[in-house]
């Protein structure tokens, strides 16, 4: 991702040479990172079984841990080109493809389940798919761009190795703020609390993913748009955030109102009850995180991060701060808390600050009437999706599948709500679906 970013200013100028110098510096990186993890990948598979409660003896452990690694570390020698052809808005090339690799993946793991296959084939399919999937994405982007395979014209550029550190200093500042929960759980609360809100996290995190990948869908297209200075990037960025606000509202409200009584029913153990006040705070980070996406993408593609990297630090240093000062008073509500205010107070008032001034050349209070108008909105259409939720649904949720329709009930209830009050309040969010609507016709008119 971190890559994917640094290639949006030059593929948008048209500057081949500094595509080269990323594009080389790039797989320089990603080759060592390829043989840390084959070399990390051997080394811990023959301590794994001595942690791990397995049916398998101990080399057939061993083999197993390490062919699953062994794809994941060669996918790093391949996947450089494929970097190049996302950022220029032309994935689509190989996503084809990928899906394609995916559903014959998908083919073959039922029939090896079908046909009893011994537990090995399954390991090599999910190898192949890996495999398979970089190497035809690398295949596709090389020659789309042949020029890749000519030698960067300044090897010895310094200026890649510093941008390329501050991109990857906000990932991984990303990675300590939502990756450290179960650690500090595990430590102050025990292992059957860390199973707990795994589970939890789980479930919210999968669905931030998704959330989180339909927002960046279209990331390139606008990541080139809030970079060309001969548009009305503004008008844009406005389209993009009430996109993914109108997204994170839909999905955020559902977390919210369906968690209490899904997860106990999933789990079948009322260990496993979430509290109203935990499931508000895993819906507001679903929330921000999704909505912050286009301040992200306009901060990243106009070189910001560079500027932001002092919020990703006191980011980082925050959220485990306090999720080792509120876990213990508060327990899992406290550490799901952490989260909520590291977001809703350091993120919040950096990012935005950098890309209104420096971008859009506009008040930062501009941006945060934006945020709270919608988040009232949101805060609305969950109140009243609960009460309706607490009124009809409640009772008949009584297993898995009821559940299951239940929640798809309420799930279109909170869709037609929350597309007629964006519709009627915000201008930007009707242009959005007359762009979307006359690219379909452009389309369907090519097609005839």
């Known amino acids: 991702m971190a890559f994917r970013q640094l290639l949006f200013k030059p593929l948008a100028e048209g500057d081949r040479n500094e595509v080269l110098n990323i594009y080389h510096g790039a797989r320089r990186i990603f080759n060592i990172t390829g043989w840390v993890v084959l070399a990390l990948a051997a080394i811990l598979a ?5 942690f791990a409660d397995s049916p398998l003896d101990y080399y057939q452990t061993v083999g197993t841990f390490f062919l699953l690694a062994l794809p994941h570390g060669l996918s790093y020698f391949l996947m450089g080109p494929n970097f190049v052809i996302m950022a220029d808005q032309k994935e689509y090339k190989i996503n084809i493809w990928i899906q394609s690799i995916s559903i014959l993946r998908m083919v073959f793991m039922v029939l090896a389940i079908i046909l009893k296959l011994p537990f090995i084939a399954i390991l090599i399919i999910e190898a192949a798919n890996i495999l ?12 789309a761009y042949p020029w890749l395979k000519e030698p960067a014209k300044n090897p010895n550029d310094s200026s890649f190795k510093k941008k390329a550190s ?5 990932r991984l500042s990303e990675l300590a703020t939502t990756q450290t929960d179960n650690i500090v759980i595990s430590g102050f609360m025990g292992y059957a609390m860390s199973s707990v809100y795994g589970t939890y996290s789980y479930l919210t995190d999968n669905i931030g993913k998704i959330t989180q990948t339909m927002v960046q ?25 009430n996109f993914s606000t109108y997204i994170s509202t839909i999905v955020a409200c559902a977390i919210y109102i369906v968690l209490p009584q899904f997860v106990p029913i999933w789990m079948r153990n009322p260990l496993y ?10 819906g507001l980070n679903i929330f921000y995180m999704t909505l912050r996406q286009p301040v992200i993408i306009a901060r990243d593609t106009n070189g910001l991060y560079v500027d932001a990297k002092n919020n990703a630090y006191l980011l980082a240093i925050v959220k485990v701060v306090l999720s080792i000062l509120l876990v213990k008073p508060l327990g899992l509500f406290g550490v799901a808390l952490a989260t909520t205010l590291s977001y809703w107070t350091i993120d919040l008032f950096y990012n935005p600050n950098l890309v209104y001034t420096r971008v859009f050349h506009r008040k930062t209070t501009e941006y945060y009437s934006l945020v709270f108008i919608r988040l009232a909105i949101a805060l609305g259409i969950a109140f009243v999706g609960n009460v309706i939720w607490q009124m009809y649904f409640v009772e008949r949720c009584v297993n898995v599948m009821s559940l299951i329709l239940n929640i798809i009930l309420i799930g ?16 930007s969010f009707r242009n959005l679906f007359y762009r979307f609507m006359s690219i379909i016709k452009k389309r369907s008119a090519k097609e005839r």
């Open 46 to 50: 023959f301590g794994f079984p001595f």
């Open 132 to 143: 398979c999937a970089n190497w035809m994405a690398r295949w596709v982007a090389l020659k």
């Open 166 to 170: 501050y991109a990857m200093i906000q």
């Open 217 to 241: 869908s279209p990331m390139n297209s606008f990541g080139n748009l809030f970079n060309d200075k001969h548009r009305d990037r503004y008008a844009v960025f406005l389209e993009f955030f």
């Open 273 to 282: 009850e979430v509290s109203i006040p935990v499931c508000v705070c895993l």
């Open 412 to 427: 279109c209830f909170i869709l037609v709500l929350t597309t007629c009050i964006y519709w009627f309040c915000f201008g």
